[in-house]
């Protein structure tokens, strides 16, 4: 959530950002609400300091045996204008915040302002250009090698649902296996085990709320949301707290399966694992100082490229434009891996700084020095990584032409296999 006097002072370029992000906010609600808001508390504290006066002067006519009724009276009227201005006070702050909680975070200074994802910038690729002719897709190979059942995840759940089998499924373990104790052992993380399911609030907290409600999955009756990544849960672990400096960046690293109805996604590729509406990931949230975030940003993306490379598949690295960043976030680089089957780049992770966005949302706070007056944590996140599509590169690059997959190297102590074949 954007500062309210920060909206004030630059209503023009906040304006400006809500366009180049796509977005629609009512804006320029906020200078009338906040002189509005701002007249009440001054009318409010003129009130509450005649009333401190006059109930002094009510005091002393008491000591004085004196008459003092005339004045008591006078003085209800105005405890009753306190209330009705308190009353009307907060129905313009709440007014207030439901703008806010629709203008998105700025865009850094190094965001280009574009429209869609065509406008992206490309900072960099590596590994060898994949040159391979390959004939059949991740969904051809893993159903004549029986390890990914599409079908069967469609018949009992619906489509974008899969059910991983035999050797698929300890590969997928072994994926993410791998990838938790790369950050564990080579990063620096805490791991965290989180809740699957969020309430209302920690929705709210990292911004997934209110503006993109119809892309969760809700049980309205315990009013708790399935959680779209784990940065929801990991990001709230910290909802309301105030943070030790000395222990900043603090860095957390968890897996757990994301669900999205992907509500917003009629009409885009939809098969296999290419967009499924559950999926699993190990995701990374750093907090913090303000004046460290950008530097954290770099080593945050190096640490989701290094998953990459140990898996030695080729990618390469955008910085997102404006159009294409998402609300929260203040600057994201995707890291998008070649399917050669797809004849296409697959984005398997984004690497955002929301600078002050969520922790103002969340109220998470640190203060710089001892006696220093708290500021709100940047808060960092990046997936280490979505597994389905590093599935699809993986099988399409891995398998031979007789149909055998090699895992990856750095996957075969966790799989305790080389191979898997159609006669496993």
């Given at each position: 959530?954007?500062?309210?006097?920060?909206?004030?002072?630059?209503i023009?370029?906040?304006?400006?950002?809500?366009?180049n992000?796509?977005e629609?906010?009512?804006?320029?609600?906020?200078?009338?609400?906040?002189?509005?808001?701002?007249?009440?508390?001054?009318?409010?504290?003129?009130?509450k300091?005649?009333?401190?006066?006059?109930?002094?002067?009510?005091?002393?006519?008491?000591?004085?045996?004196?008459?003092?009724?005339?004045?008591?009276?006078?003085?209800k009227?105005v405890?009753d204008?306190?209330k009705?201005?308190?009353?009307?006070?907060?129905?313009?702050?709440?007014q207030?915040?439901?703008?806010?909680?629709?203008?998105?975070?700025?865009?850094?200074?190094?965001?280009?302002?574009g429209?869609?994802a065509?406008?992206?910038?490309i900072?960099r690729?590596?590994?060898?250009?994949?040159?391979?002719?390959?004939?059949?897709?991740?969904?051809?190979?893993?159903?004549?090698l029986?390890?990914?059942?599409?079908?069967?995840?469609?018949?009992?759940?619906?489509?974008?649902?899969?059910?991983?089998?035999?050797?698929?499924a300890?590969?997928?373990?072994?994926?993410?296996?791998?990838m938790?104790?790369?950050h564990?052992?080579?990063?620096?993380?805490?791991?965290?085990?989180?809740?699957?399911?969020?309430?209302?609030k920690?929705?709210?907290?990292?911004?997934?709320?209110?503006?993109?409600?119809?892309?969760?999955y809700?049980?309205?009756?315990d009013?708790?949301?399935?959680?779209?990544?784990?940065?929801?849960?990991?990001?709230n672990y910290?909802?309301d707290?105030?943070?030790?400096?000395e222990?900043?960046?603090?860095?957390?690293?968890?897996?757990?399966?994301?669900?999205?109805?992907?509500?917003?996604?009629?009409?885009?590729?939809?098969r296999?694992?290419?967009?499924?509406h559950?999926?699993?990931k190990?995701?990374?949230?750093?907090?913090?100082?303000?004046?460290?975030?950008?530097?954290?940003?770099?080593i945050l993306?190096?640490?989701a490229?290094?998953?990459?490379?140990?898996?030695k598949?080729?990618?390469?690295?955008?910085?997102?434009?404006?159009?294409?960043?998402?609300?929260a976030?203040?600057m994201?680089?995707?890291i998008?891996?070649?399917?050669?089957?797809?004849?296409?780049?697959?984005?398997v992770?984004?690497?955002?700084?929301?600078?002050?966005f969520q922790?103002?949302?969340?109220?998470?706070r640190?203060?710089?020095?001892p006696?220093?007056?708290?500021?709100?944590?940047?808060?960092?996140?990046?997936?280490?990584?979505?597994?389905?599509?590093?599935?699809?590169?993986?099988?399409?690059?891995?398998?031979?032409?007789?149909?055998?997959?090699?895992?990856?190297?750095?996957?075969?102590?966790?799989?305790g296999?080389e191979?898997?074949?159609?006669?496993?």
């Amino acid at each position: 959530m954007l500062d309210l006097k920060f909206i004030r002072d630059n209503i023009d370029a906040v304006r400006l950002n809500i366009k180049n992000k796509n977005e629609s906010a009512d804006v320029d609600q906020i200078p009338q609400l906040d002189e509005k808001r701002r007249s009440i508390i001054q009318e409010v504290e003129k009130l509450k300091n005649l009333r401190n006066v006059v109930s002094k002067e009510i005091a002393q006519l008491k000591k004085d045996g004196q008459n003092a009724d005339d004045k008591i009276a006078s003085m209800k009227d105005v405890s009753d204008n306190i209330k009705r201005l308190d009353d009307e006070l907060r129905i313009t702050e709440e007014q207030i915040y439901q703008v806010q909680l629709y203008i998105p975070n700025m865009t850094g200074p190094d965001v280009v302002a574009g429209k869609s994802a065509a406008d992206n910038q490309i900072i960099r690729s590596w590994g060898d250009e994949y040159k391979k002719e390959v004939e059949r897709n991740h969904i051809d190979i893993a159903t004549d090698l029986a390890i990914i059942d599409f079908e069967r995840g469609a018949k009992v759940s619906g489509s974008g649902f899969a059910f991983y089998r035999g050797k698929g499924a300890k590969l997928e373990r072994a994926l993410i296996n791998f990838m938790l104790d790369y950050h564990l052992d080579n990063h620096g993380y805490t791991e965290l085990m989180s809740p699957y399911l969020v309430n209302e609030k920690s929705m709210y907290g990292t911004g997934q709320l209110p503006k993109m409600a119809e892309d969760m999955y809700h049980a309205q009756e315990d009013n708790v949301y399935l959680i779209p990544t784990a940065e929801v849960p990991i990001t709230n672990y910290h909802y309301d707290e105030m943070l030790p400096n000395e222990k900043l960046p603090i860095k957390y690293c968890g897996f757990s399966p994301c669900w999205r109805r992907e509500a917003g996604s009629y009409g885009k590729e939809v098969r296999g694992f290419l967009r499924v509406h559950q999926f699993n990931k190990v995701e990374m949230v750093n907090f913090s100082r303000p004046d460290k975030s950008w530097e954290q940003l770099e080593i945050l993306l190096s640490e989701a490229e290094d998953i990459v490379k140990a898996l030695k598949l080729h990618y390469r690295v955008l910085r997102l434009c404006s159009g294409d960043t998402s609300f929260a976030s203040s600057m994201t680089y995707d890291i998008e891996v070649w399917s050669p089957g797809e004849k296409n780049w697959l984005e398997v992770s984004s690497c955002s700084n929301f600078t002050d966005f969520q922790g103002r949302r969340a109220n998470i706070r640190f203060r710089p020095e001892p006696n220093a007056k708290p500021e709100f944590i940047h808060t960092l996140n990046g997936s280490g990584l979505a597994t389905s599509r590093i599935m699809v590169a993986m099988l399409e690059q891995y398998t031979d032409s007789d149909n055998c997959f090699h895992v990856p190297e750095a996957l075969r102590k966790y799989t305790g296999f080389e191979t898997i074949s159609k006669n496993d």
